[in-house]
Nanobody, 123 residues
Framework: VQLQASGGGLVQPGGSLRLSCILSGRAMNSYSMGWFRHIPGKEREFVAAIRANGDSTSYADSVKGRFTISRDNPKSTAYLQMNSLKPEDTALYYC?????????????????WGSGTLVTVSS
């Protein structure tokens, strides 16, 4: 399984970005997906996760109501729609996958990781 994240960039506070994560090597409908982020000087933290069939999600409190995780299994792609972005959302964002049908929020339970895409929120 390989993961490729994309969609990061520079955006002004209050703006939006959509991150994408393509899973290759296996059928995506067997994997639950997650997004994590690494803010410089801090440990990597959970952002959002979605169940393999897409019917259940989980969010960090810091992004709830602003970010939306979704997936398109036929396209082998997971998304993170980020709205109302704040400077504190600036981070390297990673997607991750694990072969389970449940929503997974713990970083250590993920088996596969993408290389990360940088999001910078600044005026």
């Amino acid at each position: 399984v390989q993961l490729q994240a994309s969609g990061g960039g520079l955006v002004q506070p209050g703006g939006s970005l959509r991150l994408s994560c393509i899973l290759s090597g296996r059928a995506m409908n067997s994997y639950s997906m997650g997004w994590f982020r690494h803010i410089p000087g801090k440990e990597r933290e959970f952002v959002a996760a979605i169940r393999a069939n897409g019917d259940s999600t989980s969010y960090a409190d810091s992004v709830k109501g602003r970010f939306t995780i979704s997936r398109d299994n036929p396209k082998s792609t997971a998304y993170l729609q980020m709205n109302s972005l704040k400077p504190e959302d600036t981070a390297l964002y990673y997607c991750a996958a694990v072969a389970t049908t449940q929503v997974v929020v713990l970083e250590g339970n993920y088996d596969y990781w993408g290389s990360g895409t940088l999001v910078t929120v600044s005026s």
